[in-house]
């Protein structure tokens, strides 16, 4: 499995929707959907990414042929079959393994057309048993702790995480039984 930085999940995401798209492409997506706000991926980084994918051949790069204005020939990217592979791992990944308000898990559901249903049903499987284990773990250590007769302020550093993973639980339930429902 290769180690991708969100910047790079991201990346090979529109570059799979796209089929291929020069930074400046990119850049202005990003900006549509928002990514700079919840995802944290600023202008310079997305070039940097469009290296580091090129560099680990994830995606092809070539000049594009035509430009216009006086800046450099514009370069279009292309993902390559390893970094449709690689995309596909770490969705799956993203939405197995990361904790409650995990900017990966957004990532993960931003690129849910990308992968089988039932893929993406059994991966948020996997999630909600993390969730449980964490949940377990957290209830565990808070009773040992001493529970309901803590301080406020330490009852509220348990029940906070509490209260966000099963909320987070709830809602991929939820989006179980939607994909489920579309799969049908």
Same mark, same amino acid.
């Given at each position: $499995?290769?180690?991708?930085?969100?910047?790079?999940?991201?990346?090979?995401? &529109? /570059?799979?929707?796209?089929?291929?798209? +020069?930074?400046?492409?990119?850049?202005? /997506? =990003?900006?549509?959907?928002?990514?700079?706000?919840?995802?944290?991926?600023?202008?310079? +980084?997305?070039?940097?990414?469009?290296?580091? #994918?090129?560099? !680990?051949? #994830?995606? %092809? +790069?070539?000049?594009?042929?035509?430009?216009?204005?006086?800046?450099? %020939?514009?370069?279009?990217?292309? *993902?390559?079959?390893?970094?449709?592979?690689?995309?596909?791992?770490?969705?799956?990944? +993203?939405?197995?393994?990361?904790?409650?308000?995990?900017?990966?898990?957004?990532?993960?559901?931003?690129?849910?057309?990308? *992968?089988?249903?039932?893929?993406?049903?059994?991966?948020?499987? !996997?999630?909600?048993?993390?969730?449980?284990?964490?949940?377990?773990? =957290?209830?565990?250590?808070?009773?040992?702790?001493?529970?309901?007769?803590?301080?406020?302020?330490?009852?509220?550093?348990?029940?906070?995480? #509490?209260?966000?993973?099963?909320?987070?639980?709830?809602?991929? $339930?939820?989006? &179980?039984?939607?994909?489920?429902?579309?799969?049908?």
């Amino acid at each position: $499995m290769v180690n991708l930085s969100n910047v790079e999940f991201m990346l090979l995401q &529109i /570059l799979t929707e796209l089929d291929q798209a +020069s930074g400046y492409d990119i850049n202005k /997506l =990003i900006d549509q959907r928002g990514y700079r706000q919840w995802a944290h991926i600023g202008t310079t +980084s997305v070039y940097t990414g469009l290296k580091k #994918l090129n560099e !680990k051949g #994830l995606v %092809m +790069s070539e000049d594009s042929g035509g430009k216009s204005g006086k800046g450099p %020939m514009p370069t279009r990217f292309a *993902i390559t079959e390893s970094g449709t592979a690689a995309l596909k791992d770490e969705v799956l990944s +993203s939405l197995s393994r990361t904790r409650e308000r995990d900017q990966r898990f957004d990532l993960g559901l931003a690129a849910l057309p990308f *992968i089988e249903k039932d893929e993406a049903i059994e991966a948020l499987r !996997k999630r909600l048993d993390l969730l449980s284990e964490a949940l377990k773990n =957290i209830k565990q250590t808070y009773e040992s702790q001493g529970g309901a007769r803590l301080p406020l302020h330490v009852r509220s550093l348990f029940q906070h995480p #509490l209260n966000l993973i099963e909320s987070e639980q709830t809602f991929v $339930m939820s989006l &179980i039984h939607e994909l489920s429902e579309e799969r049908n």
